[in-house]
């Protein structure tokens, strides 16, 4: 009897010739997720979401971001660099800041979703963490349960997580309380606080 072997699992291969979301793609993991996704893969399209800043529009501030230096083995191939698209969206706006047509189009197209976007400020307000990081994240949620074909949602999260932890802990994947000193504080309590602002 012979033996079936099951086939390899490669994970450039389960982007072969699909289309990614990727936020949070100006910040440093997001930057290297984008430049991997366009050197060592086949993707058929990268849709990087990019909010408007100062007078630089999204797809201008996808080509700064193209010539930064992590990016310097595919600047000069036209064919990959095009498969980079800005998707002008913000993920603290309802729906992604995108219209209906925009929201329908991209829940139509995309097979993977990779959530980069955070803000890590240190001394940042707590609502506009939450805005950012709990609301963000809840939104692209809500895009991904649209989503027709959707294989995968990649999250990444902040360097902060439990960095309450004591040194050289290991840190198992799982829910641990929030303390803020010796105070347990009561998660649910902090979106209720968000969703009231």
């Known amino acids: ?8 699992l490669s994970v450039t291969g389960q982007f072969q010739g699909r289309s ?12 290297l997720v984008l430049e991997s ?30 010539q930064r230096n992590i990016f310097h083995q595919v600047r000069d191939k036209q064919q990959l660099l095009s498969k980079a698209t800005a998707l002008e969206a913000d993920v603290t706006l309802p729906d992604l800041g995108l219209s209906a047509t925009q929201y329908a189009d991209i829940q139509q197209q995309l097979h993977i979703i990779i959530h980069c976007a955070a803000d890590i400020r240190l001394e940042v307000n707590i609502h506009s963490a939450l805005k950012t990081n709990y609301g963000g994240t809840q939104a692209v949620l809500q895009l991904a349960c649209g989503c027709k074909q959707l294989a995968a949602l ?44």
């Open 154 to 197: 990649v999250h990444t999260s902040s360097c902060f997580v439990n960095m309450n932890q004591p040194c050289s802990s290991v840190v198992l994947e799982q829910l641990y309380p929030l303390q803020f000193g010796n105070k347990t504080v009561d998660c649910r309590e902090l979106v209720q606080v968000f969703q009231q602002a």
């Open 1 to 8: 009897m012979a033996v079936t072997q099951k086939p390899a």
């Open 37 to 66: 996704l366009l050197r060592t893969t086949d993707v058929a399209k990268v849709y990087v979401l990019l909010r408007s800043k100062g007078t630089d529009s999204a797809n201008q501030r996808l080509k700064q971001l193209l």
């Open 20 to 31: 990614v979301l990727l936020t949070g793609g100006t910040g440093f993991i997001g930057g």
